[in-house]
Structure formats: structure tokens, C-alpha cells
């Protein structure tokens, strides 16, 4: 019977995550790619996972570390027990550590698959990064606009909130969308993130949206606003930026896919609520708030685990293909695999 590994903050949000879509499917009238039935059974054979706990399956071990991306991301090592050999896949992590995220653990094995989002780039400097974020939102909210924080629900939500209590913004924040419920899981895993302080300060500080009315009390100008979705393809954030003043600001903080919405005012183009055009005639502040390894880290993080053979995967074909060559001139095995190539690997 298939099993499902995870941590217990990754099946909830996972539960949470897969919900919405199917909610949205179903709303757009779309084609839902599985359904309530299919997520019980996937529930229901959940094995709960403990970083660096080993759990043994037939003749291999299976071991979860902190990826430092979100709470409850894993690593994880598959050990052949009667070799010894091991094959480590990164997924999404993060080596710079977060406010709420300690950063990812390096794995030593003699195969690592890792993602290679970010193959191509580094990071901005974060703490410089979160500085500037501050000081704009003090002037919108002094001047009396509201500052407008489009965020993903799982993660990004849970830092920024973080970020704002820790400069006393918190009083003045709205939280709205999945975002609530996306935070009240992460706040039930204290174990999973540092500095939980933050999190319980912002849970009891905040304005936790829940009508219409709060809604309009948070435009009126002088507060900010912490609201799915981060790439303004749905959720709250559209209502809210038809409303804003003139005061207003809108501050991005993650990365904007092509033809949604948030790619759309990053590239001064109107964006659609409801099938209609509409352009936005607020500023807008852009932010990298990546949780993700940027190029030097992700260098830094094989060098680290030294495998003999190393798998580029989770990124755009030529940041794949750059990574797996850059590490072939630093003496690495590497390979960036297309969809349907089969790689041999002693194991």
C-alpha cells in the first residue's frame, strides 16, 4: 500500500493547499485534478516524520532534515542499508537562515538531486532587503495610505508577519485570505521554526480579517495589509486594489509567474478582476524575499555534501543545464535530466 512520508505541519498545509484548489477548480468550473476521496486515502496512509529520525522500509533507511525553505520542509536520505550508499534530494531549501527558518542542513551522500531555481542569480542582501521594506511602509502608513502586502499563504505570509512585529508595525497590520489558516498550522508547530515569539505576538497584535466591515476598516488609510494571493491571481488582494487611495502602495515580495497578474504590474501592464481591465495607479515597491538557495548557496551546499553524483532538477531548463555544467568544472559527476531521461546511478 502506497505511503505517505511527511512532516506533520507538511501534511496539514498540504491538506489546506490541496482543499483550495479544489475549491477554485470548482469555482472556475474547471477540470479538478483529483478529488475529497483522493485526498482522504492520502491522508490516511500518512507516516508522521521527525527530522533526522531514521525510519526503516524493507532494506532501505529514509531519514527527513530541515530544508530551511518553510516550516516542516524536509530533506530527505535514502540509506541502503547493506551498502551504506545514499541518495539525498534537496527539494525547495534554503542555506541563509530566516527569521523563522534556522536555514537547510547539509546531508553528506554519494547521490544528491537538487533543485535549481535560482541557478543563474543570487539573492540581494536580506537584512538590507527588509530595511528598505520597513522604512516604505512607515512612509505609506505615515502619509496615510495603506500598504498593500500581497503574500503566499504558506511561508511568506508567516515571515512577513514575523518581520512587521518585530519593527512594532504589528498593531497596524489586517491579516485576510488563507493566509489565517495557513498561519494557525504554523503556530502549532513551534518545534518547526525559531523565534515563535514573533508568530504568537503577531497572532494576538494583528487584525485578523473576518467581513466586509473589516475590510473597509482597513482602507482607511494608515494600516497595512498581509493578503493572499501573492501573485494577485485571486483571493482578497484584487477587491483591495480597486479600493485603495491615492496614498496607497503596493509591495511585492515573491517571484511573479509569466501572464499572472503579478507579472502583469511588475511590467506596467493592466491587470484583470473578473474579466475586466483594470489599471492600477498606485506605486509599486518590489522586494526579493526568496525562500529559496540562490546560486552561490546552491554551489556551496554540494561542495558541503560532496557526492560523487549530483542531479540538477526543480528549475528552468537552462538554469538546470547551467548548474550541471558548472558543477562538471568543479569535478562533479552532473547531470540536468529533461522529463522522460533515465539516469543510472550506483545505489
Keep these: 500500500m502506497p505511503t505517505t512520508i511527511a512532516t506533520e505541519p507538511t501534511m496539514q498545509l498540504t491538506e489546506l493547499l490541496v482543499e483550495d484548489s479544489m475549491k477554485i477548480h470548482k469555482k472556475k468550473h474547471e477540470h479538478e485534478h483529483f478529488h475529497k476521496a483522493q485526498l482522504k486515502t492520502m491522508l490516511s496512509r500518512y507516516v508522521p516524520a521527525v527530522y533526522r529520525r531514521r525510519m526503516e522500509f524493507d532494506q532501505y533507511d529514509i531519514s527527513l532534515y530541515d530544508a530551511g525553505h518553510i516550516c516542516g520542509s524536509a530533506i530527505s536520505l535514502v540509506e541502503k542499508r547493506r551498502s551504506g550508499r545514499k541518495v539525498a534530494y534537496t527539494g525547495d531549501f534554503k542555506l541563509e537562515p530566516q527569521l523563522l527558518e534556522g536555514g537547510a542542513e547539509v546531508v553528506a551522500c554519494d547521490v544528491l538531486i537538487i533543485e ?36 503566499f499563504a504558506v511561508g511568506r505570509a508567516q515571515e512577513i508577519l514575523a518581520l512587521l512585529t518585530k519593527n512594532e508595525l504589528i498593531g497596524k497590520t489586517y491579516l485576510d485570505g488563507m493566509a489565517k489558516s495557513a498561519t494557525e498550522i504554523v503556530m502549532g508547530h513551534p518545534d518547526f521554526i525559531k523565534q515563535v515569539d514573533l508568530l504568537e505576538d503577531a497572532m494576538t497584535q494583528a487584525t485578523w480579517i473576518k467581513d466586509n466591515r473589516n475590510r473597509s476598516n482597513a482602507l482607511n488609510g494608515g494600516n497595512i495589509i498581509v493578503t493572499t494571493s501573492g501573485m494577485l491571481n485571486g483571493g482578497p488582494v484584487l477587491d483591495y486594489i480597486t479600493r ?104
Excluded at 135 to 150: C, H, K, S, Y
Design 244 to 347: 485603495l487611495n491615492r496614498k496607497s502602495k503596493i509591495f511585492l515580495t515573491g517571484y511573479q509567474v509569466e501572464n499572472t497578474n503579478g507579472r502583469k504590474l511588475v511590467e506596467g501592464r493592466p491587470i484583470n478582476i473578473d474579466g475586466v481591465e483594470h489599471r492600477v495607479k498606485v506605486p509599486l515597491s518590489i522586494f526579493d524575499f526568496s525562500a529559496h538557495a540562490g546560486k552561490s548557496d546552491l554551489h556551496e551546499y554540494v561542495k558541503r555534501s560532496n557526492p560523487e553524483t549530483v542531479i540538477c532538477v526543480h528549475g528552468d531548463p537552462e538554469n538546470s543545464n547551467l548548474l550541471a555544467e558548472e558543477l562538471k568544472m568543479e569535478g562533479f559527476e552532473a547531470f540536468a535530466p529533461k522529463v522522460g531521461d533515465k539516469i543510472t546511478v550506483d545505489f
Design 116 to 151: 535549481s531555481t535560482y541557478a543563474a542569480k543570487d539573492h540581494p542582501n536580506r537584512e538590507q532587503h527588509m530595511r528598505k521594506l520597513i522604512d516604505e511602509i512607515r512612509e505609506t502608513v505615515d502619509n496615510g495610505g495603506t500598504a498593500l502586502l500581497p503574500v
